[in-house]
């Protein structure tokens, strides 16, 4: 397991739960899916991932899409 393959995870993961908290609870949750979504969109430009810099810190192979 790479760190693209678990920010993947994480974020579609996160999307998921967000729909489904706006859907059960409150629809300010997809305020959570936003951020993610927004997040993803940042990471493509910059190559800036805040969840890969802790995942690489935590002992994680890298992968292509998140290089050292």
Same mark, same amino acid.
């Given at each position: 397991? &790479?760190?693209?393959?678990?920010?993947?995870?994480?974020?579609?993961?996160?999307?998921?739960?967000?729909?489904?908290?706006?859907?059960?609870?409150?629809?300010?949750?997809?305020?959570?899916?936003?951020?993610?979504?927004? &997040?993803? $969109?940042?990471?493509?430009?910059?190559?800036?991932?805040?969840?890969?810099? $802790?995942?690489?810190?935590?002992?994680?192979?890298?992968?292509?899409?998140?290089?050292?």
């Amino acid at each position: 397991m &790479n760190i693209d393959r678990l920010v993947m995870r994480f974020a579609g993961s996160a999307v998921i739960v967000s729909v489904l908290l706006a859907h059960f609870v409150s629809p300010w949750w997809l305020l959570l899916a936003l951020f993610v979504g927004l &997040n993803l $969109l940042q990471a493509s430009f910059t190559g800036f991932c805040p969840l890969a810099r $802790l995942l690489r810190k935590a002992g994680i192979a890298p992968g292509s899409a998140f290089p050292q």
